[in-house]
């Protein structure tokens, strides 16, 4: 039988009560998959993780950079920012790949994510090397990745350009915080990639609650001059 799981979630302390609401369709094995954490952590095991990295992308970027190349559906779309994924992680290092018991999700499923991560193929590759080493079933990893895709919100700025631009890719930074008054700047970081702006990351406890990221996972793209290229 199933209960409320935001009420299940804020009584036993994983998140304060602004998650209320936010959380309506997650399952309960969602969240016992995220009260069940491991103490002592063992490399490349379900559940077995300290926080969670989520990656968004900005889809005309990535689209130059290579998807243009693959003839990708997503790219003949006006997506701005994409939900690339939501990464298990440890203060240094992360698992990926893990062996799980929970059976491989469905096509319908990977289908139904297309809307945030551009395309299906994404989002079944997140689930191999990522979404099985969260120690949830794949349903309640999607879930929990839309969730964290809500929880930020991302710049309208972005999306007003009519022309490439050339900036500081810390300007994007800025703008994130900006618009997410309850993140700090050691909780987001910008990369780049062959001189375009590539991704913002957030780090989130596991109860998705912005968190400063690990040691290992902070390295901001120095570029004065990245570019970003409008929606198409």
Not at 8 to 20: D, E
Not at 111 to 116: L, P, Y
Not at 141 to 150: I, K, P, T
Request: charged share 20%; net charge negative.
């Amino acid at each position: 039988m199933r209960q409320s799981v935001a009420g299940l979630i804020l009584r036993l302390g994983l998140v304060p009560g602004l998650m209320l609401g936010l959380v309506p369709g997650l399952t309960l094995g969602l969240t016992l998959g995220l009260v069940l954490a491991g103490t002592t952590a063992r490399a490349d095991s379900p559940g077995e993780f300290d926080y969670y990295i989520m990656s968004l992308s900005w889809s005309p970027n990535w689209c130059a950079l290579e998807g243009d190349r693959r003839q990708a559906p997503q790219c003949d779309q006006d997506y701005g920012w994409t939900l690339h994924g939501l990464w298990p992680q440890n203060e240094q290092g992360w698992p990926d790949y893990c062996t799980t018991h929970e059976p491989a999700p469905s096509r319908k499923m990977t289908a139904g994510m297309t809307d945030i991560m551009g395309s299906s193929g994404l989002a079944w590759h997140q689930w191999k090397k990522h979404g099985t080493c969260s120690g949830l079933a794949p349903d309640d990893y999607f879930a929990l990745s839309r969730v964290a895709y809500d929880r930020i919100r991302r710049p309208d700025v972005f999306r007003k350009l009519n022309d490439p631009v050339r900036l500081p890719a810390s300007v994007v930074e800025e703008a994130f915080l900006k618009d997410n008054p309850d993140l700090t700047p050691d909780m987001v970081t910008v990369t780049c990639q062959d001189g375009y702006v590539q991704e913002v990351r957030v780090c989130f406890t596991r109860g998705l609650e912005p968190r400063p990221c690990g040691g290992g996972t902070r390295r901001d793209c120095g570029l004065d001059d990245a570019l970003f290229t409008p929606l198409r």
